[in-house]
DNA sequence: TTGAGCATGTAAACTGTTACATGATTGT
DNA sequence: ACAATCATGTAACAGTTTACATGCTCAA
């Protein structure tokens, strides 16, 4: 239900209309709380109605300009120091790794090692950001605590991946060195090796 | 859409109950992909119509046991091999660090050493579930990588906590250096610092 | 015989995505 | 005149959560 708080903090900074908020959500919101124009005009209805929110001006084109009300400052304040922040409970990249003992060691390494570049290439469109927003105030100075967070989750997801595809390699080598054949049933599925006293982390 | 890979992937090891599988999502997939029972069951209904999964069995209590069928274990390594993971859009806790400004300095150290304090819990427990799960089968290779992970991620989380909780709080200083006056307004909130030349990264 | 655990399902409400629909204003 | 951008909204569908509803089996 975070949207109504994410819509709610935005305003509470300036003033904005729809169309204002959905910009914010596109760049310095994207990676923190995706949303689509539907849902933003949609809770912006739902926030008015419920009286967190005012009309505070009407311009062209049908603009329309919302601005926070008390009730609706408070009730961000509320969220903030009295609610539990939920944590994520879905990662799909780590649902597929639970399941690579469906495919070879081979393919299961290359699906680790494109992760791993996946997050360098996230990790340099961070820092170019970081480089971009320099110290331009529009830019939240809480932003940039987020933006730290990013980098730093971009760099251990890329440790994590090639420590992890190492890990699945020797898996492979050891499999290997015990009956000197392919370990892959006809399926091409791995088999499941006895004992891989592997480690190193 | 990975509800019906995460319930394929579970299948593609050994055939299972509705109720089987509400348990490994409740222990070892708990954290990777979170799914309640109402969307279990109905999900094995929707794969077996699909033909990507068969009834193999009725057992006491109109126990059904479900395998995966050669279509269904073609759809899982399709999926594994040519699809893109889709990345997380959403962060509650980082969400909330963007309107920190909402609260007062000692409110958003407090926010953020908390923080840090549920991730510290987070990774202790999940050392835990490491010392039990030892060297027992059941919880699969993969799913030990899955909980690296989260150890990793847990250790990130909390270093990162406390050095926004510093850098925070060094805000608070130097605002305080300047006027020597307690840097909020009537309302508690705070008064932005004009320059926090604050690093330390 | 009773309670714990096994076992399945449905309905309603809510949240999120995709696609469509419309039109005004501004700069070139 | 035209394109780009501003600006708002609706509808259909897909996915998720919460609550309800029901009944069987087994061991103590």
Not at 38 to 42: A, D, L, N
Not at 69 to 80: I, N, V, Y
Not at 176 to 186: I, L, R
């Given at each position: 239900m975070?949207?109504?708080?994410?819509?709610?903090?935005?305003?509470?900074?300036?003033?904005?209309?729809?169309?204002?908020?959905?910009?914010?959500?596109e760049t310095s919101l994207d990676h923190v709380w995706h949303a689509t124009q539907?849902?933003?005009?949609?809770e912006l209805g739902k926030l008015t109605a419920a009286g967190l929110l005012e009309v505070s001006d009407e311009g062209p084109r049908g603009r329309k300009e919302y601005v926070v009300?008390?009730?609706?400052?408070?009730?961000?304040?509320?969220?903030?120091?009295e609610t539990e922040p939920v944590r994520q409970r879905r990662n799909d990249t780590l649902l597929r790794v639970f399941f690579l003992g469906e495919l070879s060691t081979q393919e299961a390494?290359?699906?680790?090692?494109?992760?791993?570049?996946?997050?360098?290439?996230?990790?340099?469109?961070?820092?170019?950001v970081?480089?971009?927003?320099?110290?331009?105030?529009?830019?939240?100075?809480?932003?940039?605590?987020?933006?730290?967070?990013?980098?730093?989750?971009?760099?251990?997801?890329?440790?994590?991946?090639?420590?992890?595809a190492a890990q699945v390699g020797a898996r492979e080598k050891a499999a290997?060195?015990?009956?000197?054949?392919?370990?892959?049933?006809?399926s091409g599925r791995p088999v499941e090796p006895k004992d891989p006293e592997s480690s190193e982390r």
């Open positions: 975070s949207l109504r708080h994410a819509v709610l903090g935005l305003l509470a900074d300036t003033s904005a209309s729809g169309y204002d908020l959905m910009k914010s959500f539907s849902q933003v005009y949609g009300t008390p009730a609706g400052r408070d009730e961000l304040r509320r969220w903030l120091t390494v290359g699906f680790l090692e494109r992760e791993a570049e996946r997050c360098a290439g996230e990790r340099a469109a961070l820092e170019e970081e480089k971009t927003v320099g110290r331009v105030e529009p830019f939240s100075v809480n932003g940039r605590l987020a933006l730290e967070f990013g980098l730093r989750l971009a760099t251990m997801q890329e440790e994590w991946a090639r420590w992890a290997g060195a015990q009956d000197g054949a392919a370990s892959h049933d006809a």
